[in-house]
Structure formats: structure tokens, C-alpha cells
């Protein structure tokens, strides 16, 4: 009886031991709008909670997990990602992709497993917290925003909207500047009007697939402070050495600015940016290649943009703002499933090209950087159909309705075999074909998939993914040794 109790207390206070030393891995989870940010995380969580295949996940591989489930979050301030209702989505019948991420949530899931360590299981440690934080990569083109100021931010703004590629959305914008003084007296109607045509270039503008470089990012994804006075401000030209008049229009635009960054790009950066440990960047390169050379044009500014946050250079901005927190970045190329399997590593190789002065950069200051291609659910399979002799690999899923291929309009029910093409094996002529819109591929977006395995709760099963496996393999498999 003693021996029980004597026992009952040591395990007791492992666990207790080992609950307060369980280690915590913060995940941010981040893209443009439509990257695939809620389809990548639902899909991850849906597949660690139900025991999805994920063979490339070491841990997963060895039989290690024991379970995982979710808990509540640690910060109370911090939205839940509502992973409840983006899986009634993603597994009603029929099934709907979810609605996407328009501003920062979290979801804490809590990892159980057998430590392959004597020491961690002595110390009862046999736990892992993953902390997901899911947030809008146009929030990451803010942050180089910290180091200007606004005469330096106006310059940028307005060169960029005096590109011809521009020009057209720019238009109301552009007339409505040349027409106001910047010396004109403070005037809350003008800040409303300037702020409203900027914001209406801006969102032209990602209309047409430019979804970067279009910073102040809350002027398009303004989360809670829709409406805000802190969103009410515009790029002005100004002279370098122009003194600005007080209670002058100008010194109005320039005071929001700072409140702009002191209020939001600042916080977001402090609370949650720098608080992360491992980072997965979502890159939609698929259909930027399929949308040829601006589309192109436009990621590759965007990624510049972004990854300026990853990159711990001695001379950039953010290594001043901010020690060595994320030791991994992975660059994940989304959507593979609309290529066949000969295609996944050469889209692989056409991110890398996109993110390469990055990734070669971030490896020299010894950040592990990766990047791969993956589907967070796959949508379709693979087969193949035989034209002119010749056999070629097919997709088969249901198209979205409306999609059209050589004129035949999909319905979003009946399902197709399609052949989608191939990308080059050599990731530059890829590119150069996209930019010559000569492009082979011809993709059209598919409806989820049905699934048809059930779980022992009724529920269907994980969802079908590609390399989702070797994604968590390099962003958490260390966590879990
Ligand atoms: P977010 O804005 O980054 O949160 O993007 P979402 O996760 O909402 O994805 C945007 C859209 O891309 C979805 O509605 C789907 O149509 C599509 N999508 C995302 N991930 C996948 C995937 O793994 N496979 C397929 N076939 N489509 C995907």
C-alpha cells in the first residue's frame, strides 16, 4: 500500500513536472490571399487528430503517436482558428472548400508521443504543444513599413502607381492627388476620399491578380479595423525637403501613418511575428504561372516583399528589429494535385527559383529553409488516357461549376478526366514560357473531394493529401524525438 502510493506520487509529480516543462513550437502558417492558408491547416489538423496517412513523418512512420487533440489556445486576445466549421465545410455533402483566412487566428493542438530519449522519459516529457498561428502574408509586406516614414513610403506608393501596368487602376487615384494641395488645411472629407480611392486602386489592382507590394496590407484585409480612422491616410507627393505646414492635409497623412505603424504593423510584429518559431510560406505559384507574365511578376515582387521578413541578414531591416527566433522556413508550393505526380517536383523547382536569392540567403545566416509542393487535400487522381498513341497522365475530379475547358462548361457534379499538362523539367523555361503566356498548362479548379472511408465516430476519414507528410516531418519531427 505504502509502495503504491509511494509510487503514485512519483508519477504524479513526473506528470506535473513534465506538463510544466512541456515544450511549446509556434507554427505561423502564412501566404497571399487564397494561398491555400485554411485548406493547409484544417486538412493538418483533421489528419494528426484522425490518423491520417503520413508516412514521411518520421514520428508518424516510427508509431510514435500516441494521440493528438486539440486544447484551448494560450492567448486569450488571439481569435480561434475555426477549424470546426471550416471541416463541416470541407466534409458536407456535397463537400465546399472553406471560407478563407482574412485576418490572424490560432489553435493550440496538443501532440502525445513516445519520446525515443531515456531522459525525456524520465522527466515525463512526452508532450508536445504545437501552436498554429494562421495570418494573412499581405500583413508581412507591412512590416518593411516600420523603417520608413511616410515621405519615404509616399515616394514608393506613388512610383508604383505610375507604372504603366498601373496606370489603368490608378486612374481616379492619381486625378484625385493632382488636385489636392498637400498644403491644404487638415480636412477629414479629403482623408475619406483619398483613402477610399487608394484603397479602390488597391483592390483593382488585386482583381487582376497583382496581390503585392500593395502595402499598407489592412487597406485590403482589414481585419477588425474595417472602417478605422487608423486605415484613413493615402501616399502623398512630397518633396524631400518640403517642410510640412501644420494641421496641413500632409502632416494629417503623415501623423495616421505613424499611428499606422505604431498601432498595427508594430503590435502584429511584437505579438506575434517575433514570437514564432517555425514559419511555412504559402505560395500559390500555380496559378500565377497559369496567369502568365504580371501574375509572375507580381509574386515574384510579393515574395521579395515577404521574404524580406525571413531573411536575418546583417544588413536588413528586421535583423535590428528582431534576434534569431524562426529557425525554419518552408516555401510550399500549394495546389500540386492539379499536376500530375511527373510535375510535383518540377513546380517544386519553379518555386525555388522564385524564393532562391532568399533561401540561399537565409541557409548562409543558418536558418534551415526548404521548399516543397504539396496538396493540403488532394481533390483528384491520377490516371491515364491514351491520345494519338501516345499515354498521357489525366486528372480525375470534379471541376468547380463554371470552370470551362475547350468549351465545355463543368456543372460542379459530374465528374472528369482532364489532362492539365506538363511543366518543363527545366524550372527557368517554365517560367519564360508562363511569361510569354506560351505556358502547356491548362488547369482548371476542382470541388473537394468526396470521402469515402468513415471513421469509428461516423466521421469521414483524414483527407488525401500530397507531401503533407514531409512538410510536418521538417517543420515538427525535431520537436518530437
Ligand atoms: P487562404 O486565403 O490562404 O486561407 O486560402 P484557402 O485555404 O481558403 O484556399 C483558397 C482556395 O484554394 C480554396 O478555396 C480552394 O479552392 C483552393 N485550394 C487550397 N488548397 C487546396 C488544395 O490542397 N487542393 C486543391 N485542389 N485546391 C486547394
Known sequence: MADASYSDLIRDAQTRLGDFLTPSLRLG?????????TVFITSLIRNLISGGRLPFFAPEAEQRIVRAYLEPQPDDSVPRFDYEAHLRDLIAVPPVWPDSTRRISELRITIEYRSGSLLKRTLGLSKLYLDIVDYPG????????????????????????????????????????????????????????????????????????????????RFLLPGDLEGSPLLTFFPMPLASDERLPRASIAAMMTRRFESYKSTVVRPFFNDHFARLDRQIVLVDALSALNRGADALADLERAMTAILQAFRPGTNSWLSLLMGRKIDRVL??????????????????????????????????????VNAMALAAIRATRETTAKQGGELLPCLVGIPMTGERIDGVTFNGKTEAAIFPGDLPADPAAALDAARRATSPLELIRFQPPKLLDVLADGTPAAFPHIRLDRALDFLISDYLT
Open 138 to 217: 499581405e500583413w508581412l509586406i507591412d512590416l518593411p513599413l516600420l523603417t520608413q516614414d511616410y515621405r519615404a513610403f509616399s515616394s514608393e506608393a506613388l512610383r508604383l502607381a505610375a507604372d504603366p501596368s498601373r496606370a489603368a487602376a490608378a486612374k481616379p487615384f492619381l486625378e484625385f492627388l493632382a488636385g489636392t494641395d498637400p498644403a491644404a488645411g487638415e480636412d477629414e472629407q479629403i482623408a475619406i476620399t483619398g483613402a477610399k480611392l487608394f484603397t479602390e486602386y488597391l483592390s483593382r489592382m488585386r482583381e487582376t491578380g497583382a496581390q503585392s507590394t500593395l502595402a499598407p496590407g
Open 331 to 368: 516555401f510550399a508550393a500549394t495546389k500540386a494535385d492539379h499536376l500530375p505526380a511527373s510535375s510535383h517536383d518540377r513546380l517544386a523547382s519553379v518555386l525555388k527559383l522564385i524564393v532562391d536569392d532568399s533561401v540561399t540567403r537565409a541557409e548562409g545566416e543558418g536558418a534551415g
Open 29 to 37: 502558417v502564412t501566404g497571399l490571399s487564397r494561398a491555400g492558408k
